[in-house]
């Protein structure tokens, strides 16, 4: 199949913008809890949707009092918390553009976002992010004004705008278009300078209000339960700014977890409730990591390894179900599923806090085996498939027939086309408006509607896409093969001692790899054979690790032809990481600077081999 549609669930409207509905909700219902938020003691306080109103207009009259005026950009520089959403509708409610800014972002990663759209106004959480801005703020002669959340910037703005009538800020709301930008959000940056992407309120509305009229089942549980969901994803990243949206517009109570440890995740999870969570691969990985470590740590390894194998076997039964493919589980296996059930895919969902029955997964490619195991213990995760240029998921898995390994169908209102390369081209209302001040990278993207994503991928019979890799990562060996790094990468990942795979090979004769390990995995599996963690740069040379590592490699060549596996590997004593510029904030490879800083290593790999 080469071109696949969903037709729209919802029209977006054709007046209006975002904050608008934050004042219709708290007309209509004013006791709505809209919000959770924790107070000084860490316990959970609710948000009714009159307040929310309340708070959004008094800070929208502090900003107008300060300067801010319609159509200038305010960046937002801070950790995932209630007042980002805070300040994303104030400043939609009088016409102003956030721009986010990632809050582990460089001295010179912010400078260049700042000047690059035009910024007059910064919001920061602390004194660190302060400092950030003030070291480069005299080469940004636009940037006025600076406000610190943990300073008291909400207070000291809602007294500004004292002065300031409510039917201000309403003129100003009343003058926002669909077709008004709403937000400047800067791409990850993998192969150069991000780019910043506009995208309009029309972009989020389509977005968010098809995706709430598509998935709506998945936010409950159970029939009656009031939908929740605690958003730990930055909110820096186009992914949590939709969830932001979407769960405001479809009345979804909204939380925040600014921090992403295991220490401080979890018992936000308890402690909220949450009755679906949207987050990237990498957190069910650590959830999985932590659930199989603990039931070693008590002995009980083997029987975690068999539940894991049961839950396997039982989602792929009613995945097959669910495509008429088979009459789904047996009453064995059904069995044998209750048994686990009770002794260790409950515990599973009570670390998501209990209520969880549902999750979406984006940003990077998720384990076909590892979203089986979630959905047969009772979380089905739906991964979906989106770039900051469709403002979040363009495609997703539809609830009940979840085709695991694959991104899904097109979510409502998009279309799907496969070019002549394989390169994926989406079509839909949240494609965004075009690249800030760059018309000649907007028409190298976007053809008669089309927006060209530069990923290769492939649409089965049913309309489900599988990613396959980067155009602009495909490697060409010196013998002429072409080779997608990202399927191999991915399935030496998936063994648990490793942390990052890269894969090279351009022009030389074999394909090679630079591997890291996970430390906390390899310092418990050590453990658990009685051996001591020696020190790191003599671990990366053990010989039972690199064992380990080797079967990892096997398992993933087993998967292309000899002329595709990897002939060599090098485990490296560092690991990739964002501060060492190997990563964007959103956890993706930076494959050239990987290269770059471990040239040396690269050659290793080729010297003197054939």
Not at 106 to 113: G, K, M, N, P
Not at 329 to 357: N, Q, T, W
Not at 417 to 429: I, K, P, Q, S
Not at 522 to 532: N, S, Y
Request: charged share 25%; net charge positive; proline share 5%.
């Amino acid at each position: 199949m080469r071109e696949f549609t969903v037709p729209p669930l919802v029209t977006s409207p054709h007046v209006g913008g975002l904050a608008d509905t934050v004042f219709a909700d708290a007309e209509r219902d004013p006791g709505h809890v809209a919000l959770g938020r924790r107070d000084a003691d860490g316990a959970w306080r609710d948000v009714t949707a009159a307040v929310f109103r309340d708070e959004v207009l008094a800070l929208a009259k502090g900003l107008l009092a300060e300067g801010v005026r319609f159509g200038d950009r305010v960046a937002v520089m801070s950790r995932t918390r209630y007042e980002w959403t805070l300040f994303d509708f104030a400043l939609w409610s009088i016409g102003a553009q956030p721009v986010p800014l990632y809050p582990t972002a460089s001295a010179e990663q912010v400078f260049w976002i700042l000047r690059d759209a035009g910024v007059t106004a910064c919001v920061v959480e602390h004194e660190d992010h302060a400092m950030t801005v003030g070291s480069v703020v005299d080469r940004l002669p636009r940037l006025t004004r600076l406000w610190q959340l943990d300073a008291g910037a909400v207070a000291a703005l809602t007294a500004a705008g004292e002065r300031i009538g409510d039917e201000v800020v309403h003129r100003h709301r009343r003058a926002v278009t669909p077709s008004s930008p709403a937000t400047v959000v800067h791409t990850s940056g993998t192969t150069g300078r991000p780019r910043g992407c506009v995208l309009t309120h029309a972009n989020f509305m389509a977005e968010a209000d098809n995706v709430v009229a598509r998935y709506g089942s998945v936010f409950r549980s159970r029939p009656g339960d009031e939908a929740a969901t605690l958003l730990f994803l930055p909110l820096a990243h186009v992914f949590g700014r939709m969830v932001q949206v979407a769960a405001v517009r479809g009345r979804v109570k909204l939380g925040h977890q600014p921090e992403l440890t295991a220490a401080e995740l979890l018992p936000a999870l308890r402690g909220f409730r949450p009755t679906f969570v949207l987050a990237v691969p990498y957190v069910f990985e650590r959830l999985f990591a932590e659930a199989r470590r603990t039931a070693e740590g008590a002995g009980r390894g083997e029987p975690f390894g068999k539940a894991v194998d049961v839950a396997v076997r039982y989602a792929e039964a009613r995945e097959r179900r669910a495509f008429g493919l088979g009459p789904g589980p047996g009453a064995a296996l059904r069995g044998r599923h209750r048994l686990y059930d009770r002794l260790v895919y409950a515990k599973v969902r009570e670390a998501l806090g209990g209520r969880v029955r549902h999750a979406m997964s984006g940003g990077s490619a998720m384990d076909r085996r590892l979203g089986l195991f979630f959905a047969g213990a009772g979380v089905s995760v739906l991964e979906g498939y989106g770039l900051t240029e469709t403002t979040g998921a363009a495609v997703a898995n539809p609830p009940g027939r979840t085709r695991f390994g694959t991104v899904g169908q097109p979510v409502p209102g998009t279309s799907v086309r496969l070019a002549d390369d394989g390169e994926v081209w989406l079509r839909g209302g949240q494609v965004f408006a075009g690249y800030l001040d760059d018309p000649k990278a907007t028409e190298a993207v976007l053809r008669d509607g089309w927006l060209a994503t530069g990923d290769l991928g492939t649409l089965d019979a049913d309309g489900y896409l599988t990613i396959t890799g980067r155009k602009k990562e495909i490697l060409v060996t010196s013998g002429g093969k072409s080779v997608s790094p990202l399927p191999l990468e991915e399935r030496v990942r998936a063994h648990p001692l490793v942390a990052h795979c890269v894969v090279v090979g351009n022009d030389r004769p074999y394909v090679g790899a630079l591997i890291t390990l996970d430390q906390e995995a390899v310092t418990h599996w050590l453990r658990m054979r009685g051996r001591p963690a020696p020190e790191w740069t003599v671990l990366v040379r053990d010989p039972d690790v690199e064992a380990e590592v080797r079967r990892a490699v096997v398992a993933a060549n087993t998967m292309v032809s000899q002329a595709e596996s990897i002939r060599a590997f090098r485990i490296l004593g560092g690991q990739f990481t964002e501060g060492r510029g190997l990563l964007t904030p959103s956890l993706k490879l930076r494959r050239k600077a990987v290269e770059e800083v471990y040239a040396r290593e690269v050659e290793e790999l080729y010297r003197g081999r054939g």
